[in-house]
């Protein structure tokens, strides 16, 4: 049998045609990619956090894109250079330790490095939160987000869910005196430009995922825990919030939006609210 050294392959018309489908394909999917980037593609950043995660984000693409390429490319190599003919068989050669203990080694000493930046990077947006960061609760419903500020004296008021009604929609004991100067609004997320927030995230229902693309922070609402998620907002604007869970027929229409503001300007909506 030839070794990969001396092997000359054979040129055949259905080959040819074969690798330059392909090449076609590959090339038709870089170029609609960077195409549609322009148009499709991260939201703007608006959050300190989300640098680091865009940063892993581009370097996972550009290492992946590149490895998709070239293992695309000599696929066509491959079989333009040894494809099987009426007559032939397809050139092969087996066991050439050298190619196969590089490749598995350069993959798993990539891979290693990649996953373990992803690793600091999860540890670094799970570090506890900054003294006196905002509180707010979100609570999702189908369909839809209650966002419940603690008031003055930063402490949310006892819920339960038989209290639960159309005017008490996150189940608020009127009898807790934590609870009287809570503020609830729908879909109406208000943060403070450049003021780090805890987000404790729980669901009344099924099982969503609050989701602030601009701020790249996603995580799921499980009925029956309150999950915390913390970050800095650092540009004033209004951004979306969705639902990144199928969580019902409403799922679509389960947006809100968030409004990153001045410490005076949210200040002053809070006021009003509780008035
Ligand atoms: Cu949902």
């Not at 990539?110 to 509180?135: D, E, F, R």
């Not at 109406?188 to 987000?199: A, Q, S």
């Amino acid at each position: 049998m030839d070794s990969l050294e001396t092997s000359k392959g054979r040129i055949h018309s259905t080959g040819k045609a074969f690798a330059v489908v392909l090449w076609i394909l590959v090339a038709a999917a870089v170029l609609g990619t960077i195409g549609a980037s322009r148009r499709w593609w991260l939201p703007p950043l608006a959050s300190t956090q989300g640098a680091d995660v865009d940063r892993l984000f581009y370097l996972t693409l550009a290492i992946t894109s590149l490895v998709f390429v070239l293992v695309q490319i000599l696929l066509g190599v491959f079989v333009y250079r040894f494809i099987a003919t009426k007559e032939e068989r397809a050139a092969s050669w087996h066991e050439h330790r050298g190619l196969e203990v590089s490749w598995t080694l350069i993959t798993a000493v990539v891979l290693t490095i990649l996953i373990s930046m992803g690793g600091l990077v999860w540890a670094k947006l799970h570090q506890p939160p900054p003294a006196g960061a905002l509180v707010v609760e979100v609570t999702a419903e189908q369909f839809g987000w209650r966002i419940r500020y603690p008031g003055p004296d930063e402490k949310f008021g006892r819920t339960a869910p038989q209290l639960i009604s159309a005017t008490n929609p996150l189940g608020i004991d009127p009898a807790d005196p934590a609870g009287q100067d809570d503020v609830v609004t729908l879909n109406d997320l208000r943060l403070v430009e450049n003021h780090p927030v805890r987000i404790l995230i729980r669901s009344k229902d099924v099982i969503h995922s609050f989701f602030l693309p601009n701020f790249r922070i996603k995580q799921d609402a499980v009925p029956g825990m309150a999950v915390e998620v913390w970050f800095t907002p650092r540009v004033a604007g209004d951004y979306p919030i969705a639902c990144a869970e199928l969580c019902g027929v409403g799922h679509y229409i389960m947006r809100g939006q968030v409004k990153v503001v001045s410490q005076e300007e949210f200040e002053r909506w809070l006021q009003g609210k509780r008035e």
